[in-house]
Structure formats: C-alpha cells, structure tokens
C-alpha cells in the first residue's frame, strides 16, 4: 500500500489530481465506483474530501482494511450500486467502466441513479493510443494461441478491455442523461512507458524515467490526443 500511495508524487499523477480538485465538491459525499486499492480515495481523504468506495473484488478491499481498518469501503458491484437513489454529490470511475463486456451502459446508468441532480462522474478511460498502435501487430503474435501452442510458450492471458473513442463515450454519457462538460487527454509518459520498458525508472513503483517523462512532455504539447494513455470527462447530471 505503501508503494502505491507513491504514484501521487508522479508528474501524470500531479496532474489528474489538479482536475479532481478543481471539479470535486468537498462539501458533499463522494463515491469511487471499483476503487481497487483505493489510492486515489486515500488521498482524497487526506485531503479533506468525504469518499466512500466499493470493488467486486473482496481481496483488495481487505488490504484496504488491513492498511487502515478506518477507511470506508466495503464490496460491491458497479453495476448494482449498494446505496439508495441520490446518495452523493460526486462518482469517480478511474479505469472501470471498459472492462464490461456487455459496454458500459449499465454502470454508467447506475451512477447516473446515485448521484443527486448536478452531481459530478468524473469517469476516466484507457485510449487506444499511438504507442498501441505501432505495438499491436507484436501484441497479436505474442497473444496469438496457435502461434505460442507451435512454440511451446504458456497461453498468454489478459483482462478485456474497451476502447472508447472520445466522441463516442461522450453520446453515451450524454444519452443516459449526463452533460459533458469538459474532456481532457492525459498521462501521456505512461503512454510512453507502455510502449517499452526501457523508458520505466526502475527506482519507483511505476513512473517513467528521465527520459519518458521527456517524451511524454512533448508529446501532451504537440500530439496531445493521439498520444493520451487516459481520456477524463467530466460530466454534470441533469438538473430536471
């Protein structure tokens, strides 16, 4: 928990969180739907700001506990939010709502349920980005089963995951009855980073080095969406 707690001392960190704090309201209760670890909800809290969260997944809501048996999360499905009608002023969704088979649909009507008219998603998204790109066709032949069966490698697995193009997400959220207000591209060193290794500081849990913080940076400046790891939206629901 430690080590993870380090990622808001990273520059791509530093930014996100200068977003959360300019949309979050800190006079009203706030949830993090799949929370995980909880990193960005610790820090919230430390900051003075009232967040409550929830995981599938009971296993790192018990390391939560463990680190600090205080701290309010419990498990739960994002998809059957366990609150009533109108229970916060705010929902963050950091990296959750790509990994639904059946689309994001349903969570995000769930948190457009829990939050109070003129209450604030802040919903972040992976994108497809440029370094991805070049990489996939070495990501097909890695992944590809026949291929590694011929090689007599061990079958590869990952977790699925959506890809939303941001215009795209945007009619979504708008269609389910949300206003998006604002977009933003981000962490594009992690981008960076994805794309080899090589460009990782080995000191640290998981930033770039030097040198990918270097690329990132021009990268957010000259190529700013095609080269974003992350797309955050902000999104106000409806006042009727």
């Not at 993870?4 to 200068?18: A, D, P």
């Not at 739960?76 to 609150?83: K, L, N, T």
């Not at 705010?90 to 995000?108: D, Q, R, W």
């Amino acid at each position: 928990m430690e080590e993870i707690l380090e990622i808001f001392s990273y520059e791509r960190v530093k930014k996100q969180m200068e977003i959360f704090l300019r949309f979050l309201p800190k006079n009203q209760k706030i949830l993090e739907g799949g929370c995980g670890l909880a990193p960005y909800l610790i820090r919230l809290r430390q900051l003075g700001y009232d967040v409550e969260g929830i995981d599938y997944n009971a296993e790192p809501i018990q390391k939560v506990l463990n680190f600090d048996p205080t701290l309010p999360v419990k498990v739960g499905d994002v998809m059957a939010i366990p609150y009533p009608d109108q229970s916060f002023g705010g929902y963050i969704s950091l990296g959750v709502i790509e990994h639904f088979t059946e689309g994001p649909v349903k969570a995000i009507r769930e948190a457009f349920r829990v939050l109070k008219p003129g209450g604030i998603f802040l919903v972040m998204v992976p994108q497809n980005h440029l370094f991805m790109q070049i990489q996939a066709p070495i990501r097909f032949f890695k992944r590809n089963s026949f291929l590694r069966k011929i090689f007599r490698k061990p079958l590869d697995t990952h977790y699925w995951e959506q890809y939303f193009k941001k215009e795209e997400l945007k009619k979504t959220l708008e269609q389910k009855g949300f206003e998006v207000r604002h977009i933003f591209p981000l962490d594009h060193s992690a981008a960076v980073l994805s794309f080899s290794g090589f460009f990782r500081d080995k000191n640290t849990f998981d930033e770039a080095s030097p040198l990918g913080l270097k690329i990132g940076r021009w990268c957010e400046k000259n190529l700013p969406w095609i080269t974003a790891a992350q797309i955050l939206l902000i999104c106000y629901k409806k006042e009727k």
